[in-house]
């Protein structure tokens, strides 16, 4: 096996009652999350909220949600617990090969472009609310088969999120075989790895991926996203969406000043531009490029 895991017990008979988030304190939440990470949290989220949260206030044995804003809001809290609230009120859907015309429109009419006008450049590529690593190994995946018919051709793939938990589990890069069914065949012999024990139903990503893919921590909120470098091609797919109009047009402004002219930047298909004063032109359903 790639990974074990220990289960716990709760004590027989005992019954515990969930502790109830009332709207005073589902505020200070709500607030608290869209001023820390911009994820807006409206009171049909009430539920949601309290529901996700119960698994914190059981950890740190506390029996009501004032006691767990108030440390929360501490400074202990804000160093100790504010990344655990976070991992738990993310939300992290994701796939393989999600919106494939994507990775389709990627290998057939941006990369080759891209090739005749870089020669011997290294491509840079960021997946931008990345999750478990389904999106950032896809395109690993994609961008190794383009290597393979392009001699010469380069790629480093930059994976963030705002959830440590994701993180770690996309780090392992080991999935259940039912994940990664929407992985072309050809694309599994290649690229994934079965346990030693096939009971387990289990694969791994190959070493030649995970090495071509850097993973850290990265909070939208953060003024200039810590980075030193422009990129070529930026994927923020169904992200955009868990925020407000003024911060989506913040957001995507951040991206274009971490956008090399004429670089790309693919948003998922529920996902607009539209009405955003943002200096970014349409080339594809939900594609749009930085002008030269």
């Given at each position: 096996?790639?990974?074990?895991?220990?289960?716990?017990?709760?004590?027989?008979?005992?019954?515990?009652?969930?502790?109830?988030?009332?709207?005073?304190?589902?505020?200070?939440?709500?607030?608290?999350?869209?001023?820390?990470?911009?994820?807006?949290?409206?009171?049909?989220?009430?539920?949601?909220?309290?529901?996700?949260?119960?698994?914190?206030?059981?950890?740190?044995?506390?029996?009501?949600?004032?006691?767990?804003?108030?440390?929360?809001?501490?400074?202990?809290?804000?160093?100790?617990?504010?990344?655990?609230?976070?991992?738990m009120v993310t939300t992290n859907k994701t796939d393989f090969f999600r919106e494939p015309d994507h990775f389709h429109y990627l290998s057939q009419t941006v990369l080759p472009d891209w090739v005749r006008r870089h020669p011997g450049a290294t491509?840079?590529?960021?997946?931008?609310?990345?999750?478990?690593?389904?999106?950032?190994?896809?395109?690993?995946?994609?961008?190794?088969?383009?290597?393979?018919?392009?001699?010469?051709?380069?790629?480093?793939?930059?994976?963030?999120?705002?959830?440590?938990?994701?993180?770690?589990?996309?780090?392992?890069?080991?999935?259940?075989?039912?994940?990664?069914?929407?992985?072309?065949?050809?694309?599994?012999?290649?690229?994934?790895?079965?346990?030693?024990?096939?009971?387990?139903?289990?694969?791994?990503?190959?070493?030649?991926?995970?090495?071509?893919?850097?993973?850290?921590?990265?909070?939208?909120?953060?003024?200039?996203?810590?980075?030193?470098?422009?990129?070529?091609?930026?994927?923020?797919?169904?992200?955009?969406?868990?925020?407000?109009?003024?911060?989506?047009?913040?957001?995507?402004?951040?991206?274009?000043?971490n956008m090399k002219p004429g670089s790309f930047i693919f948003m998922g298909h529920s996902e607009t531009l539209s009405g955003l004063d943002v200096p970014l032109v349409s080339v594809y359903p939900t594609v749009y490029r930085k002008p030269r």
């Amino acid at each position: 096996m790639y990974a074990s895991g220990a289960l716990s017990m709760e004590e027989p008979g005992r019954i515990e009652h969930a502790a109830v988030l009332s709207a005073r304190d589902f505020g200070r939440l709500s607030r608290f999350i869209y001023d820390t990470c911009g994820i807006k949290m409206p009171e049909v989220k009430k539920t949601m909220l309290e529901a996700r949260l119960q698994k914190r206030l059981r950890a740190l044995g506390m029996h009501n949600f004032t006691d767990y804003c108030d440390f929360l809001f501490s400074s202990e809290g804000l160093e100790k617990e504010l990344v655990q609230m976070l991992d738990m009120v993310t939300t992290n859907k994701t796939d393989f090969f999600r919106e494939p015309d994507h990775f389709h429109y990627l290998s057939q009419t941006v990369l080759p472009d891209w090739v005749r006008r870089h020669p011997g450049a290294t491509l840079s590529i960021w997946s931008a609310g990345c999750s478990s690593g389904e999106e950032p190994y896809t395109l690993a995946m994609v961008l190794s088969e383009f290597a393979l018919q392009n001699p010469g051709f380069d790629f480093r793939i930059l994976a963030t999120d705002i959830s440590t938990r994701v993180l770690e589990k996309a780090r392992n890069a080991i999935y259940q075989e039912s994940q990664v069914e929407p992985v072309p065949f050809e694309y599994k012999k290649k690229y994934l790895l079965r346990s030693k024990d096939r009971s387990s139903g289990m694969v791994r990503i190959v070493p030649e991926l995970r090495e071509k893919v850097r993973f850290r921590r990265l909070n939208f909120m953060d003024e200039d996203f810590g980075m030193r470098e422009q990129l070529d091609i930026i994927f923020c797919r169904n992200v955009i969406i868990y925020f407000d109009r003024p911060t989506q047009e913040k957001l995507l402004q951040r991206f274009h000043r971490n956008m090399k002219p004429g670089s790309f930047i693919f948003m998922g298909h529920s996902e607009t531009l539209s009405g955003l004063d943002v200096p970014l032109v349409s080339v594809y359903p939900t594609v749009y490029r930085k002008p030269r």
